[in-house]
């Protein structure tokens, strides 16, 4: 059904351009607007140079850390096209067929997940500073979190938590009849501080590793983000050429610090009270 409704939506196209048969072109878009929804009227041309520049910059933070970090998807396309679902620009990633066919993910994945993901916000932070840094990534942030928080509390990848679940799966409540009148497992505070505190940790550090490989590649996420400005999309072979260009090496695969670094992020410096 779903490969019927995407030659169905690239038919639509092709007939609206008058053309006999279906290519790829046709099939790409139509793949893009079922994802993400249809562009909006006017693309880019509607949006200021500044605001163009800055989606860009975070799109292009986002390509960059899933390319150069180990183990993770092939970047398919970088666009900055605003989408009828709010999005203001996208980065398409293409899973791994072993990935999408078992539904299992590493711990090292989902640590390169966490910077890849924060990615785009790091790219705003080097380019404008930390006190201009937009609300763009606020998705970013979200997924990030969750991430964190389920490796932690589902998934026993805290080695100070340990093989504990302190929260129920977030992919559907369990059957009724096993869970009626069953007793829920209540941890001590304790425990719960300890999650939390090893979230902050994985969060933090995944910044550092996303902040590390931006700083080290500025004049990489120069040009992907000059050349999303001028041509809007960024296809998977130019972005290549471009890795290749500029002797863009992937990082070393590190395991995520075991301290917590809050020491280290952005808007740590609070402003002095003044006495009135």
Avoid at 101 to 126: D, F, H, I, P
Avoid at 162 to 174: D, F, K, N, Q, W
Avoid at 223 to 250: G, I, R, W, Y
């Amino acid at each position: 059904a779903q490969l019927e409704n995407l030659m169905n939506e690239a038919a639509i196209t092709a007939a609206r351009k008058e053309k006999s048969t279906i290519g790829w072109e046709e099939i790409d878009g139509a793949v893009d607007r079922i994802m993400v929804g249809l562009e909006k009227k006017g693309g880019t041309a509607m949006i200021s140079r500044k605001q163009n520049e800055l989606v860009a910059y975070h799109e292009a933070g986002h390509a960059i850390c899933g390319a150069l970090i180990p183990d993770y998807d092939q970047v398919q396309k970088i666009s900055i096209i605003p989408r009828s679902n709010g999005a203001g620009g996208l980065t398409f990633f293409s899973p791994q067929e072993s990935r999408l066919e078992s539904g299992m993910y590493s711990k090292q994945y989902l640590e390169s997940q966490l910077a890849v993901a924060l990615g785009g916000r790091l790219a705003e932070e080097l380019i404008y500073g930390e006190d201009f840094v937009t609300t763009g990534a606020s998705n970013d942030i979200q997924q990030v979190a969750s991430i964190a928080k389920r490796m932690v509390k589902e998934w026993g990848m805290s080695k100070k938590v340990g093989m504990i679940a302190l929260t129920e799966p977030s992919g559907g409540g369990p059957f009724m009849g096993r869970s009626m009148g069953q007793r829920q497992t209540v941890w001590g505070g304790k425990v719960s501080s300890t999650a939390d505190a090893e979230i902050e940790r994985l969060v933090n550090n995944s910044y550092l590793i996303a902040k590390n490989i931006l700083s080290k590649n500025l004049d990489l996420l120069e040009h992907v983000a000059q050349t999303l400005v001028d041509q809007e999309v960024v296809s998977a072979e130019e972005f290549q050429m471009m890795l290749v260009e500029f002797n863009a090496k992937v990082v070393p695969f590190e395991i995520v610090g075991t301290e917590r670094n809050r020491d280290k992020l952005p808007f740590q410096e609070m402003p002095t009270a003044k006495m009135l």
